[in-house]
C-alpha cells in the first residue's frame, strides 16, 4: 500500500486508541449485564474449585482459593485506600451502587455486622461501582449510615481485575470474604440479609 493510501500516524494512534476504549468498555458492560439482580451460579469460565451452597453462597476449601487481585485506589470520600493492608484480618468486600435498590436494603445489615465484628479481626470494605457522579455514593453512605471505606470504581474496572474461574463478583450487589491470606474464602451474588452476612464470615473466621 502506498504512503497516500494510509491514514496519517496521528490518525491510526486515535483509531487505536477509540478501539481499546470501546474493547473496555464492552468488558465491563458483559460483567455487569446482571446489575442489581439478585445474581446467579455462574462462577466464570474455567476450573472453579468452588461449591455453590444451597443457600447460594459459593465457598472454597483452604488450599484451594485464589488470590484476591489488586484492590487499591481512590475512596468514596477522597481517601487511599489498597485492600492488600488489611492482609492477617478477615475482609468482607461488598460491591454495591447508589442506584441499585437491593443494595440498600442490605445496607443496615452490613452497617450492623461491621460494628459487631470490627475488633474481632473483620475489616469491611465497599467498591461503589457505575455511579457516575460521586456524590451519588457519598449520599448513599450518608443515608445508610455505612461508616466502613468504599472505593470509589465507576468503570467497574476494579471488579475486571478478578480472574476468570474464580469466586470473582458478577452481579451487583456481590460479596466477597476473603481470608487472612489474601485469598478468597467466599461469594455471594445477591442482597443479604444479617443472617447470611455472618454465616459467610464465621467460618472463615473460625480458622486458625
Known amino acids: ?14 483509531t ?49 482459593r485464589a488470590e484476591a487481585p489488586d484492590l487499591s485506589g481512590t475512596t468514596v470520600d477522597g481517601g487511599q485506600l489498597d485492600v492488600s493492608s488489611f492482609k492477617g484480618k478477615v475482609v468482607v468486600l ?21 460494628s459487631d465484628l470490627k475488633d474481632k479481626g473483620v475489616q469491611f470494605v465497599g467498591i461503589n461501582t457505575r455511579d457516575a457522579e460521586v456524590t451519588n455514593a457519598r449520599s448513599f453512605e450518608k443515608q445508610q449510615g455505612v461508616t466502613y471505606p468504599s472505593l470509589y470504581d465507576p468503570n467497574g474496572k476494579l471488579m475486571l481485575r478478578f480472574k476468570r474461574g474464580t469466586l470473582n463478583p458478577q452481579a451487583i450487589p456481590s460479596t466477597l470474604v476473603i481470608d487472612r491470606e489474601g485469598k478468597i ?13 455472618r454465616g459467610m464470615i464465621s467460618p472463615v473466621l473460625a480458622e486458625k
Open 94 to 114: 461488598n460491591v454495591w451502587g447508589s442506584w441499585c435498590a437491593p443494595c440498600r436494603a442490605e445496607a443496615p445489615n452490613f452497617e450492623k455486622v461491621h
Open 16 to 64: 487505536r486508541t477509540r478501539r481499546a476504549a470501546l474493547t473496555a468498555g464492552a468488558a465491563v458492560a458483559a460483567l455487569l449485564v446482571s446489575a442489581c439482580t439478585s445474581g446467579g451460579t455462574s462462577g466464570g469460565g474455567g476450573d472453579t474449585n468452588f461449591i455453590m451452597g444451597a443457600d447460594g453462597v459459593a465457598t472454597a476449601k483452604k488450599g484451594e
Open 1 to 14: 500500500m502506498s504512503a497516500a493510501c494510509r491514514a496519517p500516524r496521528s490518525s491510526r494512534n486515535r
Open 185 to 197: 474464602a467466599a461469594r455471594s451474588l445477591a442482597a443479604l440479609s444479617e443472617e447470611k452476612l
